[in-house]
């Protein structure tokens, strides 16, 4: 059986253990695919570099350009991410008429449209499980075994840098900035921690995410994103004592009327019962509630060389399957072609604690504000008394806009004289 | 654009769920496919019936043959169950070109080569995401998603109505009886509730799990199965007071030299930490172990109309895609041709409590026995004293051989009484 050619654009973490899996399990891609799959070269930014896998050197090149133009390549698999030079080779292959491969979040949620209609005028394959949650499968089942169902809402832990940050917050009680250092010693985070910190990176996977869930185009613009910098050890601590942790959060959710989506990524209380809660260090984990189904979750590995590899390996079976058949798989699918709604629009729920004076008369003033602004009140709570009372307030649900304007009023009420611990609550309802 | 034409035999609790999403949802299939899905005929036991779903009484038929048979039926939908007429009613579509979608565990654990083959045959497609838990997307992951890597091993929670007993004597102290006779009343046993308790549907899912995993073709006549009739309130409080919860695993694991897998159902003592051991209700999850991966988990409602519905329609949509792009999915998978090996060989752990005599070199004689049989023991301890001395016993890995002869031989030392509190440890390996 004539091989497959493919050529891989990248030889990082990722790039070298997908060298490593199509060696070692040479026999049995050829046998699940029906045809072997040979890697026709590499391209790499420098040449002579130590690499964590042996490559033989002929089929290293730095002229990534001319690898994916070459003739003879069948397959393309791209593990370098950013934008450029990463777009312009993905365009590149796919108008050649080759499938590709890709784990590039960044790109595809800042430019998918322009990837994926490269691959329906090339009449190739676009792939990308690898690019939300590493090994976890979750792309192919949103996409596939959810085609026939009605996702209402995907509430996502995609970023393992955050969730082992938060964890240790939670089950050390440190700080954020010594959760980060721990994290950076041991390889979690990078030197640079602000993708992942302030939620660039999961802005990007649920992007990706609420794209295929709602059959739209959605960009990373379209994401509202606060990250997790201003989280101390008393908001953790104080959640704690409440029965909730918190969590770096992906939410993708359908608007009541069906019409609009909300897409947001920021840190969020959650009930210590709900699944999502008990994700621990670095993995991740993505609960998807639709209509028929009910809700799903799916957990793994969200990162690291091998578990990525692992869902860029499953894609290049598909795609190879594919072509010896002559087919496609399931193109992009956007025909709903629904927006996302401002984050005012967002529905949801708010803890805060208010510095007040212990005297008769206050509750009534902050609960009429509530009023006001037609957020009704949950549980409120007395802390303290005297100059330290303090009530601890969540609320019911509302529009996030609503919640906003109730936070600037309580600011501007004399008898409130701080308000802390702001932070959405989710996954209770 | 032409419509695809779909046949639906079974109109029950799955098969009328069916028929009210292919009417609510009809423009986003069409939009999902590309053609729009239309219902040809529904093949019932009787006519006149009360359904749960309105169904023009004009599609109704109790020539099922016939149904299949005619020419303006592009797919043909299963959801009868059981292996006649379901078996001849499916080969007669496949061979006539059509695709199958079904959710016939039973059938294809017993039989899928035949079906296979005239899939194979007709080069139509044959799809049962459905077939086993429900609507966790679980199939299509293992089929695709992880055609790139290696399993090891698949440990699931497959069965509900065996999980929601488990979980109510876990959660309330309830015998076996009073834990059953509550899930009847809440429908989530049957009135015969023969294949759950005993095994016989979860290991037909686990044939279904061992085949895909580990490519080969595996039937239920393979899977070692037990029950979980025996299991008492003093079992269950055992396991809890030493950290564990008791489930019925399904449980495909490859041998360590890769050259044949285990394939079993039986109850297991699992650490409350490990993420199975969550799972409450009649939820259904299943983890899965693959080399590069690693753990990952798939969480979900394993049985009930709506969500076994949404799995089918999944596949629906994909087998009419496929059907409008001239191609098919993936075959059946069996180029590995792994056997299962005896229950004898797989490996596992064993706790068990002796009623022994307390007095000095009864451990001595009890460790001797172990050793004879090369079983080491991981923990010991002694509950009370005097005639209530009791040996609390907890092995290492030991073939299933060794750990049987090794309750053999202590069931004849003089000095045990009785042995009681039998049962294997998983997941914390």
Same mark, same amino acid.
Request: proline fraction near 3%.
């Given at each position: 059986?004539?091989?497959?050619? /493919? ?8 790039? +070298? ?60 698999? @791209? ?10 080779? !993905? ?7 080759? +499938? ?81 250092? @721990? ?21 990007? =996977?649920?992007? !990706? ?10 960009? #990373? ?24 942790? !918190? =969590? ?59 578990? &990525? ?8 079976? #598909? ?7 002559? &087919? ?7 025909? %709903? ?19 007040? %004076?212990? =005297? ?11 009023? =006001? ?19 601890? !307030? /969540?609320?019911?649900? #509302? ?31």
């Amino acid at each position: 059986m004539k091989p497959l050619r /493919v050529a891989l654009l990248g030889c990082g973490v990722v790039g +070298s253990q997908v060298i490593r899996l199509l060696h070692e399990q040479a026999d049995d891609l050829a046998a699940r695919v029906g045809a072997p799959l040979e890697l026709a070269g590499v391209a790499v930014r420098r040449l002579g570099r130590k690499r964590d896998v042996e490559v033989d050197p002929a089929l290293l090149t730095t002229d990534a350009e001319s690898l994916v133009a070459r003739d003879d390549v069948d397959i393309v698999i @791209e593990v370098i991410g950013g934008i450029e030079p990463a777009r312009g080779l !993905i365009v590149s292959a796919l108008s050649r008429g080759k +499938s590709v491969v890709t784990a590039n979040k960044a790109l595809l949620a800042e430019d998918g449209a322009t990837l994926h209609e490269a691959a329906r005028a090339g009449k190739g394959d676009l792939y990308f499980e690898a690019s939300v949650a590493g090994a976890i499968p979750l792309l192919r089942p949103l996409r596939e075994s959810l085609a026939g169902d009605h996702v209402k809402r995907v509430l996502g832990i995609v970023n393992g840098t955050t969730n082992y940050i938060l964890d240790k917050m939670d089950s050390t009680g440190a700080s954020f900035n010594d959760a980060l250092e @721990e994290a950076q010693a041991l390889g979690y985070a990078e030197a640079d921690p602000t993708a992942d910190i302030e939620g660039f990176d999961a802005a990007a =996977k649920a992007a !990706i995410l609420a794209g295929l869930a709602f059959h739209s185009r959605v960009t #990373a613009a379209a994401v509202h994103r606060e990250g997790i910098t201003e989280i101390t050890a008393t908001d953790v601590a104080s959640a704690k004592a409440m029965g909730y942790v !918190i =969590k770096l959060l992906a939410i993708c959710a359908r608007s009541d009327d069906g019409r609009s989506f909300g897409v947001r990524v920021h840190p969020a209380m959650i009930p210590r019962t709900h699944p999502l809660a008990g994700v621990r260090e670095a993995y991740n984990a993505v609960f998807v509630e639709a209509e028929s189904a009910g809700q799903l979750m799916f957990y793994g590995k969200g990162a690291g060389g091998a578990p &990525t590899a692992s869902a860029v390996l499953g894609d290049l079976v #598909a795609v190879a399957r594919n072509r010896l058949a002559g &087919t496609r798989g399931p193109e992009e699918s956007t025909y %709903a072609d629904l927006s996302a709604h401002p984050m005012g629009e967002t529905v949801t729920r708010l803890h805060m604690a208010l510095d007040v %004076a212990d =005297k008769p008369g206050v509750l009534a003033r902050v609960a009429e504000l509530f009023a =006001k602004h037609d957020v009704s009140i949950q549980t409120v709570r007395q802390e303290g008394h005297g100059d330290d009372a303090q009530l601890v !307030i /969540v609320t019911h649900r #509302a529009t996030d806009a609503a919640l906003t304007a109730t936070l600037e009023g309580l600011r501007e009420l004399d008898i409130v004289r701080a308000v802390t611990g702001v932070m959405r609550v989710e996954g209770d309802d």
